[in-house]
């Protein structure tokens, strides 16, 4: 038998050296068009979660308002006194001009739109009227004749280019007023100054020469930011003035150097935890660096892989599927463990016969446990393959190769790298890591059914107190600095709310136009004289419907332009003789048909307010309204009632798919229990054998039985975390059954994983990240309970006689 054995042993080493070779060749040659076009990481958390697959028109409008407005960004320098501000504001602008990721928005270019949209709605006059307008001249013509005569000798609030033989009641500067934007502002040397109770504002609007998401970008504006504020902070005439920000970069950029100076801190202390471990334990340097070759190895195939199939790989998916590889760890120390223990009842020379007899003996006794064990972790992970969402996709792909990689990594290498003898662990390892199964032996019967009561209190309390968050925005909290920041910019900007408008489709452009001007008329003046918003923007505010137009032709035909109207009575009474009412006359009835078109327009409109009009998309007409001071986003969303109008709220959309990627997590999560128990079942025939996936499965709901107790609102990132535990815990489960209660030595590498694996990513609880905290947290605990419950598997194997007699 012994002989057999040793036969089947040989053909599976060479079997695997062959798969090892050809991983390696493979991985080589998907790694040569990362390394020619380079790597794409992706940053974006918003790419992470799936698509609207329901609504791909909300989709493509989301991406051009991205494409338009993603890499833009605000800069203000605000202080009590004018002349501070004044001299802030150049030393801003010469920070801008020295740094070539940043370009200010060119103020000509605006102000020669504004002039050629002047005249184009000066051309179109006699169809356009505000709807003030148009209940004045139905109802208040003295009022109008008024406003009319104080234009004339130039005491109006907006001048206008026209002459009064063009335009005798001075209707139009009315009307291109509504295209000054609705904050309380003044153009000064080309800067816009705004004035408010905080004192004055300068504002720069800039182009970012770059993506937001580049982790290169983000640093360089990071490092411009913080020098700029300590520029100003140590100038004596600009140490009183504040610099607020707004803009994708910011955040990202932000974010990007929390998780830099958490991996230096987190990263340094779990370092430090996992040597003076290995050290305790083995006395090597040695099979640290073996233990993390491994898990290298399999992140590299990985990370190739995986960037091979997608042409990218987001942070996330790095991150979390890492750690989930970091389950590769378990393998080594089992493998280390089970060599030292050998090291005992061996010639303790060095001779290569007896550092290879040593391996083969680990393999022999462990290659079946690490084979059922890695088949387990993979069919688990395997589960998120199935789902549409791409974030869990990427990182279901990324396990399951990483982890093949660093087990093939293990059974191929480590024979032809562990060669010396590994002397015997500190007394206080294997003290430790008896403890668990001691403390279960000595509360066999009655007080162990005392503890399984307590548990399940636990659980039902857990369960009674259990509460859901889909809320996208609990998961990133920017500074408190950064929050204000933009919160002061948005109050004295008045700007429109880039996350929430409506959306609103038609089959041609014309009855595009008749669908806003019937919303807004029905539904959103209303809100806004409630006070449910401040004010909005749509395209047919300044541009209407032809419908519109005739019927405001027709109104200042019948009240203004026809015999003894007003025109004729304003001008005659302000001196015009009768050839120049005629000429007025002819001319507004020559222009009978010159409508104003929308693709007129679009050639003089400025980029925010082009992108108000989408166009053609899918087949149908697309146009989104802008709003300006959302207080009652739910009676907005209720006022989108017919499927040509669609509320959007993107922070709201996020928390729903956010919601779905969470259910289908769990859903993946209980179908990956349920994939493993036919393996247990094909692997040991036994029926006992089948309550191994107790041990994982009682850990995870202990652990958020835990969290929900503490009041934590459980997340989509607990449930990543509860993936690694059951990898981890079904490790634990297996080589504990297959050793029994007894074995020391695997008690020493389930103590030891369990205690690493706290350290590597346990401590990440104390990121300042709430997703990367959340799923710390979730594997400290995890890691806790599937150590306590481990030993319950071992009880469950009588003897393990058979097979220590068959070795």
Known sequence: MRTTIKISLAHWQLLFKCMFVLVSLAALLLSYPLLKNGFVLETNLQSLFPRDSHNQLVNKVNDRLYQEFGNKILVAVQAPEMEQVNIAAELVAAAIAANPQLQVSAVNEQMELAAQQHELLQQHRYQLLTPAQQRMIKNQSQDLLAQAQAALFGFSLGGSVLSPLQDPLSLSPAYIQQLQPALKGELLNDRLVVSNGDGHLILFALDLQGESFNLQVQKQIGNWLQHLRDQLATNPQTRSTQVLVSGAVFHAAEASANAQREIAIIGGGSSLGVLLLFILAFRRLKPLLLSLISVGYGCLVALVVNHFIFGKIHLMSLVFGASLIGVAI????????????????????????????????????????????LLTSVLGYSSLLSTPLPGLQQIALFSM???????????????????????????????????????????????????????????IIGAVTASLSSDVRTLYKPSAQLLASEQQLHSALQGVAPNQYFLLRATSAEELLQTEERFRREHLDALVAAGALSGYIATSVIVPSVQQQNTNYELMDEQLYRAKGLVGQFMQSAGFDAQAIVQAEQEFAAAAQQHLRVEDWLKVARPDQGLLWMGQLDGDYVSIIGLRGVVDVKALSAAANNSSVVWIDRVAGMSHLLSQLMNSAAVLLLLAYLAILP??????????????????????????????????????????????????????S??????????????RAIWLSAVSSSLSFGLLALSSTPMVSAFGITLFLGCFFNLLYAPLAGQLSKTNSLTRAAQ
């Open 734 to 747: 297996i080589f504990s059954y297959a050793e029994g209660t007894r074995d020391r030595v695997t008690q």
């Open 679 to 732: 393996l247990l079942w094909i692997y040991y025939r036994r029926k006992q054998a089948l309550l191994l996936i107790f041990v994982p499965l009682l850990a995870t709901i202990t652990t958020l039985s835990v969290l929900s107790v503490s009041g934590i609102a459980i997340n989509v990132f607990h449930l990543f975390g509860c993936y690694l535990i059951l990898g981890l815990g079904m490790d634990y």
């Open 330 to 373: 378990d393998y080594s120390l089992h493998y280390l463990c089970k060599y030292q223990d050998l090291c005992k009842y061996q010639d303790l020379s060095r001779s290569i016969p007896e550092a290879q007899l040593r391996n083969r003996r680990v393999l022999e006794r462990l290659l079946p446990a690490l084979s059922l064990s």
């Open 401 to 459: 190769v990483g982890l093949c990689g660093s087990w093939l990594f293990l059974v191929v290498i480590y024979p032809l790298l562990v060669r010396q003898p590994l002397p015997e662990p500190a007394t206080i390892i294997d003290r430790c890591a008896s403890s668990g199964w001691i403390f279960w032996e000595r509360t066999r019967g009655l007080p162990q059914r005392f503890i399984f009561a307590g548990v399940a209190v636990l659980i």
